[in-house]
């Protein structure tokens, strides 16, 4: 009897110990592959973002051209205007325009990005975007207090 309660005993545990293996193995099978899939994941997205390039490329160079036809206009009133306030104006648009360039250098940057380098490259014509954007309102809002239209 002892001999029986002792095998039953050793066979219970061995069938413990390797179900217990087979669900660790099965969990960390299972780890693996989220693993995998999370990686496959964040590369589709990378590759979904990079394969956007050339559109997103296009409708900046179409914003881009767009400031500048802004910018022109705004050169145009402030050469009809006179004195203290067409210096100023004038200086405020040259530093217009040289974001305006930066912008532009960080749009052709994005333009020839790789794969690899496209996520910094675009983030970096993002914020000068940003910062062209906000110099492009304050300096058109200064012209418009100081120059009439």
């Given at each position: 009897?002892?001999?029986?309660?002792?095998?039953?005993?050793?066979?219970?545990?061995?069938?413990?110990?390797?179900?217990?293996?087979?669900?660790?193995?099965?969990?960390?099978?299972?780890?693996?592959?989220?693993?995998?899939?999370?990686?496959?994941?964040?590369?589709?997205?990378?590759?979904?973002?990079?394969?956007q390039?050339?559109?997103?490329?296009?409708?900046?160079?179409?914003?881009?051209?767009?400031?500048?036809?802004?910018?022109?206009?705004?050169?145009?009133?402030?050469?009809?205007?006179?004195?203290?306030?067409?210096?100023?104006?004038?200086?405020?648009?040259?530093?217009?325009?040289?974001?305006w360039?930066?912008?532009?250098?960080?749009?052709?940057?994005?333009?020839?990005?790789t794969?690899?380098?496209?996520?910094?490259?675009?983030?970096?014509?993002?914020?000068?975007?940003?910062?062209?954007?906000?110099?492009?309102?304050?300096?058109?809002?200064?012209?418009?207090?100081?120059?009439?239209?």
């Amino acid at each position: 009897m002892k001999n029986k309660i002792l095998a039953i005993t050793f066979l219970l545990t061995t069938a413990l110990a390797a179900g217990s293996a087979a669900a660790e193995g099965k969990a960390a099978a299972q780890l693996n592959q989220a693993k995998t899939e999370t990686k496959e994941a964040a590369q589709a997205v990378r590759d979904y973002a990079y394969a956007q390039k050339a559109e997103f490329v296009a409708e900046m160079k179409k914003d881009l051209a767009g400031i500048q036809d802004e910018m022109n206009r705004l050169s145009a009133k402030i050469s009809k205007s006179s004195g203290k306030s067409q210096t100023e104006a004038k200086t405020k648009l040259k530093a217009l325009r040289k974001k305006w360039a930066q912008t532009k250098k960080q749009l052709d940057r994005a333009e020839s990005a790789t794969e690899s380098t496209w996520n910094d490259v675009k983030g970096g014509f993002q914020k000068s975007y940003g910062e062209l954007k906000d110099s492009f309102e304050q300096t058109r809002q200064w012209l418009s207090e100081k120059i009439e239209p």
